[in-house]
């Protein structure tokens, strides 16, 4: 009986209906179930992402069947999604043969909702659900509201700011704009008009994002939250390893400046003596185009609807990620992001496309897996969180690198040199293998040494001919490289 399963959906064999808990994907029904008390499930899978609802199966597991349903009953329920909701979700059924409780030849009743992407499913009562874990949640007011952003019913920047002025805004950012449309000669009034962000008089969320003196007396969330973190991993307590926390809180144009500048100023280079040149060569930590784009993505098309929630770029020793509120917006998915374009946030992308920051979604996303590649990176990855956000991971390729700088590092002192040292030295020298010019400071941050033990090991390699120093020893200038690349 565990072999049968649904020619639809291939993880709902009969054993996994009738023991498994009831989830975001997955319901089930007595065989008794009225076509009415379908509705909210059927409404809260269209509207989440889809999902399947198992008909003749009671709540402890029993198989009960639907064979004792007369033909009329049996078409009411397999109809139920055009005649319980509005408008009708697209939807597939079908009759599942297996052995009731009684032991005798039955069936089950499969109703595949799809996902109603572009619109919102209502029951006749004009209801709203939304699939949550194993409950349809009946949605209003404000959760009603999110849902229809999610839909793209409504756009979050297109709604008035009823609290903004154009005195509110910064001038010179307007100018700037003005001078890059060629419309020095128009006022503010009409190229925001013209731009859909002044409606009837009143300034849209798509001007205050952009153009905002004080974004934070509008939107408290315009931000970006920078993460540093020692290692591959976040750690709490007193193990905590964050090396570097930083946030910004601007409108969007200046937003997309200082994040650049901040990141770019964080990341590193790498560079190593190459064994067939002769010659250092310096590569970058992520290609500049992929990292970029995927910032600027991310404050372009996340969700402004989720007022509550900011953009994190988290940096660890061999990823970057970057992640922003809200989920792809339709038809985009992890999937056919390469290929696919949307814009949650048409007018505020036009804007940064105009200035210069946005390419078509597609082609700039095309770019970051051909700029990966190019520096043998592997592809970057997207992933949409249950929370509701969508995070884009860099992977650099350290571990290899590392690698290849030990055994840079080895050829350069010399295997008798090298058995030498002890790990800390090793260490040390590995370092200096690709940062050609280090202070103490650098070594002993970089080792969690004290600078007086550090002190001791460079005396110790200058001793042996590894290593030069440059500076007198009371200079804070002071620094070492490795003495075969003063050769």
Same mark, same amino acid.
Not at 272 to 294: D, N
Not at 342 to 356: C, D, F, H, Q, Y
Not at 395 to 418: C, M, P, Q, Y
């Given at each position: 009986?565990?072999?049968?399963?649904?020619?639809?959906?291939?993880?709902?064999?009969?054993?996994?209906?009738?023991?498994?808990?009831?989830?975001?994907?997955?319901?089930?029904?007595?065989? #008794?179930?009225?076509?009415?008390?379908?509705?909210?499930?059927?409404?809260?899978?269209?509207?989440?992402?889809?999902?399947? @609802?198992?008909?003749?199966?009671?709540?402890?597991?029993?198989?009960?069947?639907?064979?004792?349903?007369?033909?009329?009953?049996?078409?009411?329920?397999?109809?139920?999604?055009?005649?319980?909701?509005?408008?009708?979700?697209?939807?597939?059924?079908?009759?599942?043969?297996?052995?009731?409780?009684?032991?005798?030849?039955?069936?089950?009743?499969?109703?595949?909702?799809?996902?109603?992407?572009?619109? @919102?499913?209502?029951?006749?009562?004009?209801?709203?659900?939304?699939?949550?874990?194993?409950?349809?949640?009946?949605?209003?007011?404000?959760?009603?509201?999110?849902?229809?952003?999610?839909?793209?019913?409504?756009?979050?920047?297109?709604?008035?700011?009823?609290?903004?002025?154009?005195?509110?805004?910064?001038?010179?950012?307007?100018?700037?704009?003005?001078?890059?449309?060629?419309?020095?000669?128009?006022?503010?009034?009409?190229?925001?008009?013209?731009?859909?962000?002044?409606?009837?008089?009143?300034?849209?969320?798509?001007?205050?994002?952009?153009?905002?003196?004080?974004?934070?007396?509008?939107?408290?969330?315009?931000?970006?939250?920078?993460?540093?973190?020692?290692?591959?991993?976040?750690?709490?307590?007193?193990?905590?390893?964050?090396?570097?926390?930083?946030?910004?809180?601007?409108?969007?144009?200046?937003?997309?400046?200082?994040?650049?500048?901040?990141?770019?100023?964080?990341?590193?280079?790498?560079?190593?003596?190459?064994?067939?040149?002769?010659?250092?060569?310096?590569? $970058?930590?992520?290609?500049?185009?992929?990292?970029?784009?995927?910032?600027?993505?991310?404050?372009?098309?996340?969700?402004?609807?989720?007022?509550?929630?900011?953009?994190?770029?988290?940096?660890?020793?061999?990823?970057?990620?970057?992640?922003?509120?809200?989920?792809?917006?339709?038809?985009?998915?992890?999937?056919?992001?390469?290929?696919?374009?949307?814009?949650?946030?048409?007018? @505020?992308?036009?804007?940064?496309?105009?200035?210069?920051?946005?390419?078509?979604?597609?082609?700039?996303?095309?770019?970051?897996?051909?700029?990966?590649?190019?520096?043998?990176?592997?592809? $970057?990855?997207?992933?949409?969180?249950?929370?509701?956000?969508?995070?884009?991971?860099?992977?650099?390729?350290?571990?290899?690198?590392?690698?290849?700088?030990?055994?840079?590092?080895?050829?350069?002192?010399?295997?008798?040199?090298?058995?030498?040292?002890?790990?800390?030295?090793?260490? @040390?020298?590995?370092? #200096?293998?690709?940062?050609?010019?280090?202070?103490?400071?650098?070594?002993?941050?970089?080792?969690?040494?004290?600078?007086?033990?550090?002190?001791?090991?460079?005396?110790?390699?200058?001793?042996?001919?590894?290593?030069?120093?440059?500076?007198?020893?009371?200079?804070?200038?002071?620094?070492?490289?490795?003495?075969?690349?003063?050769?």
């Amino acid at each position: 009986m565990s072999e049968l399963k649904s020619r639809y959906v291939s993880f709902l064999t009969v054993e996994y209906m009738t023991k498994e808990r009831e989830n975001i994907v997955f319901d089930r029904k007595s065989a #008794m179930s009225k076509p009415a008390s379908l509705a909210d499930d059927i409404s809260a899978f269209a509207n989440a992402e889809g999902g399947s @609802i198992v008909i003749g199966i009671s709540n402890n597991g029993e198989i009960e069947g639907v064979n004792s349903l007369d033909n009329e009953r049996l078409n009411d329920l397999i109809e139920s999604p055009k005649s319980t909701c509005r408008p009708m979700p697209l939807y597939d059924y079908e009759l599942l043969p297996v052995i009731n409780k009684s032991g005798q030849e039955d069936r089950l009743l499969l109703l595949h909702i799809k996902s109603a992407n572009r619109h @919102i499913v209502r029951t006749a009562k004009d209801d709203t659900y939304l699939r949550m874990g194993d409950r349809s949640v009946l949605m209003k007011g404000e959760n009603l509201r999110q849902l229809e952003y999610q839909k793209q019913l409504l756009r979050y920047e297109d709604e008035i700011c009823p609290r903004a002025s154009i005195d509110d805004l910064d001038e010179k950012l307007i100018h700037d704009y003005k001078i890059c449309i060629d419309a020095e000669d128009i006022t503010t009034e009409q190229v925001l008009t013209a731009r859909g962000m002044m409606k009837e008089g009143m300034l849209t969320y798509a001007a205050v994002l952009l153009f905002a003196k004080n974004i934070r007396q509008f939107y408290p969330n315009c931000r970006v939250r920078f993460i540093r973190y020692e290692g591959c991993s976040a750690l709490q307590g007193t193990s905590l390893n964050i090396i570097k926390d930083q946030m910004f809180e601007r409108p969007i144009l200046h937003l997309i400046d200082e994040v650049k500048k901040f990141v770019g100023n964080s990341l590193r280079d790498f560079t190593t003596l190459s064994p067939t040149t002769g010659q250092f060569e310096t590569t $970058p930590e992520y290609p500049e185009f992929a990292w970029l784009e995927g910032i600027v993505n991310a404050i372009t098309h996340r969700e402004y609807a989720y007022s509550g929630d900011y953009i994190r770029i988290i940096m660890y020793d061999d990823r970057l990620v970057i992640e922003s509120p809200g989920k792809l917006p339709y038809p985009v998915t992890t999937k056919n992001i390469r290929y696919t374009r949307s814009s949650r946030n048409p007018t @505020i992308a036009r804007v940064l496309t105009e200035l210069g920051w946005v390419r078509e979604l597609n082609e700039g996303v095309k770019r970051i897996f051909a700029d990966m590649a190019e520096l043998y990176l592997n592809p $970057p990855t997207y992933k949409e969180a249950e929370a509701g956000s969508l995070k884009l991971t860099l992977r650099n390729n350290i571990h290899v690198r590392h690698a290849r700088f030990k055994d840079n590092a080895l050829r350069t002192v010399g295997i008798e040199s090298w058995e030498k040292l002890d790990d800390l030295e090793k260490s @040390i020298v590995i370092y #200096m293998s690709h940062i050609t010019k280090v202070k103490t400071a650098d070594l002993s941050a970089h080792t969690n040494y004290s600078t007086k033990t550090i002190q001791n090991r460079l005396n110790h390699l200058i001793e042996l001919g590894i290593v030069n120093s440059f500076g007198r020893p009371t200079d804070p200038q002071r620094y070492y490289t490795l003495t075969a690349y003063q050769q």
